[in-house]
């Protein structure tokens, strides 16, 4: 996790459990109550903002790029998200287990399609691109 230039309160990985090669990566986020977004999204309905289920996916995809070798001291940019789903809410209590897969990478710009499970079933989908640069 040290790779990662994010903190609390926007580092959304607890930890990566595993590398497939360089190619893919899962990690998870036990998602409390103490979270901070819960106060406003939503009272007496919070459920985690589908957009920090897809920051989860890009910080994952990100590590996967940083752990390779000449990419020591950069910084992933998020650049866009494609084809995004979200299938079911993610609520406190719940476990978030992440998976990304890189699909491309070329140079300095980097393509994965990540997917987000509580209890094994799909939350969220969706196709991420993103840039590294000097940090």
């Known amino acids: 996790m040290k790779i990662l230039p994010h903190r609390y309160p926007f580092l959304m990985l607890d930890r990566v459990l595993g590398f497939q090669d360089d190619v893919k990566a899962i990690g998870q986020k036990a998602v409390t109550m103490n ?4 106060q406003g999204h939503f009272p007496g309905h919070p459920i985690m903002p589908g957009v920090l289920q897809i ?6 995809a990100s590590i996967l790029l940083l752990r390779k070798a000449g990419n020591a001291g950069k910084l992933g940019y998020f650049m866009s998200a494609d084809k995004v789903k979200f299938r079911k809410p993610v609520m406190p209590g719940d476990t978030l287990i992440i998976e990304v897969e890189m699909t491309k990478a070329r140079g300095k710009i980097g393509k994965a399609f990540g997917k987000c499970y509580v209890n094994k079933e799909t939350v969220c989908e969706g196709e991420l691109l993103f840039a590294l640069v000097d940090g």
């Open 35 to 38: 979270e901070a977004y819960f």
């Open 55 to 60: 920051e989860a996916m890009a910080q994952l």
